[in-house]
């Protein structure tokens, strides 16, 4: 098949190489392009955006792969599979780097590491860069430098009607500030520029309770993260899940219900250990582990655990606090996890990310406390009706306490009023920046956002 002016290589089904080309990190999705396009540059991502608009096909983008609701592949479409657009050149002494739309996380964290820098993002290396910026971007060093779109300083976009644009504060600015939060509505982004940080290492207290202690693990990580004095270098992210099989936990522990702490500390180590060896000797818990740990291999911990081929639904939502009743019904519904990969994620927000101005970037969820994720994981398809239904009643067990919204990287394909779940009250907003660059809504496979009608 050729695609004109195009100097990549398309994949068609009747092709060696296409059922892997086609597969995506989330096993539940298993769909059948038309064909595969992998383009070697922005001018080529544009040539197969000129063409799947030509023929009317459904356009997918795919990046990392990584997409929850598996809109990174499509049936009967095309994909334009931005994964040769992997380079990454740092600027040590700029504290820029510039990342092909097609990266991975640890392609990223290994190029800016070198230098010791780092771009907060994502804690799975095999993410892609590209939809978890897009989205907003939480990850292990968010309260201490913010989101990974607040690291964003410009971005090169392929639009609907093929053109390639700049976006940054001072060219297409209202396409940059879409992009910030709004996800893969509005083009296909070939090259993110991005702020680095200086960092190479954390201070890193992981805990195990039973699960009948749990409720004073979650109190305490209520209280550190309320305090008005917390320092943004500290992170406390807890696990509701089996324990699982890691060096710090005893054998006769692994598979029991109960919570999985993650205190992490990103400022001096001295300070750190001082914080953290008093948040252990309070929790008193049945297994731990205190320890300096290099970034990358932060980065790259639960690779193994979270592997490609896996299985996951997905619920989340934001929570302003941490109260009883929340914390009854999250208990609940911990003790009848069965998986031993699914759980039930508390993330603590604040920090950096609650001082970017409300109407900086269309991220709109900006002073909500807490991250309540619902993934739901597995390998098995004969579970797939026990799994979702897990995650579906948690999730209804813990919306009453939940606050406006969700995160948009955190959604599955079958949220009531997903857009408006997603992206809060910048949705009106976003619809006129998507009138603008994608009208007739090419680039639909997303939490998506309908452009606003044209006014006569």
């Not at 992210?237 to 060096?247: E, I, K, M, Q």
């Amino acid at each position: 098949m050729i695609i004109p002016d195009f100097s990549g290589t398309v994949i068609c089904p009747e092709e060696d190489g296409y059922d892997a080309a086609r597969a995506i990190w989330n096993a539940m999705h298993d769909r059948r392009p038309a064909l595969i396009a992998r383009p070697q540059s922005a001018r080529d991502v544009a040539a197969a955006i000129r063409y799947a608009r030509a023929e009317g096909l459904l356009v997918a983008v795919r990046a990392g792969g990584h997409s929850m609701p598996g809109h990174s592949v499509c049936d009967d479409g095309i994909v334009i599979d931005l994964r040769a657009l992997s380079d990454v050149r740092v600027d040590p002494r700029a504290r820029r780097a510039r990342v092909g739309g097609g990266t991975l996380l640890g392609q990223v964290d290994r190029a800016t590491q070198e230098h010791g820098l780092v771009l907060p993002a994502g804690v799975v290396s095999h993410t892609g860069a590209g939809g978890l910026t897009l989205g907003g971007g939480v990850g292990r060093l968010m309260r201490r430098y913010g989101l990974t779109i607040d690291s964003l300083r410009s971005a090169e976009v392929v639009t609907a009607d093929g053109q390639i644009l700049r976006a940054s504060p001072d060219e297409h600015a209202d396409l940059f500030w879409a992009l910030r939060g709004g996800g893969g509505n509005f083009g296909a982004v070939t090259e993110f520029e991005f702020g680095l940080h200086e960092l190479s290492e954390l201070l890193i207290l992981a805990t195990f309770h039973p699960l009948a202690q749990a409720r004073t693990v979650i109190e305490r990580g209520r209280r550190e993260m309320a305090d008005p004095l917390a320092r943004d270098e500290l992170l406390w992210t807890s696990f509701l899940r089996r324990a699982n099989d890691v060096p710090w936990m005893p054998p006769e522990l692994v598979g029991q219900h109960g919570i999985m702490s993650l205190v992490e500390w990103s400022g001096d180590a001295a300070e750190g250990r001082a914080v953290l060896t008093k948040i252990r000797e309070e929790l008193r818990p049945a297994a731990s582990d205190l320890s300096v740990v290099p970034f990358l291999f932060m980065q790259t911990v639960t690779d193994d655990l979270f592997a490609h081929g896996l299985r996951t639904y997905i619920k989340a939502g934001f929570a302003d606090d941490l109260p009883g009743g929340l914390i009854d019904a999250l208990l609940e519904r911990a003790a009848l996890i069965q998986s031993p990969i699914s759980q039930v994620e508390l993330l603590a927000l604040g920090g950096a990310i609650a001082r970017v101005a409300a109407d900086a970037t269309a991220f709109p969820f900006r002073q909500a406390r807490w991250l309540i994720n619902i993934p739901a994981t597995w390998r098995d398809s004969c579970d797939d009706e026990r799994e979702i239904a897990w995650a579906r009643a948690t999730h209804a067990a813990v919306k009453p306490y939940l606050s406006e919204g969700t995160y948009v990287n955190f959604m599955g394909d079958d949220e009531d009023d997903a857009a408006a779940g997603a992206y809060g009250r910048t949705l009106e907003r976003l619809r006129k920046v998507k009138a603008i660059y994608d009208p007739d809504n090419l680039f639909r496979l997303n939490q998506n956002i309908a452009p606003a009608p044209a006014v006569l």
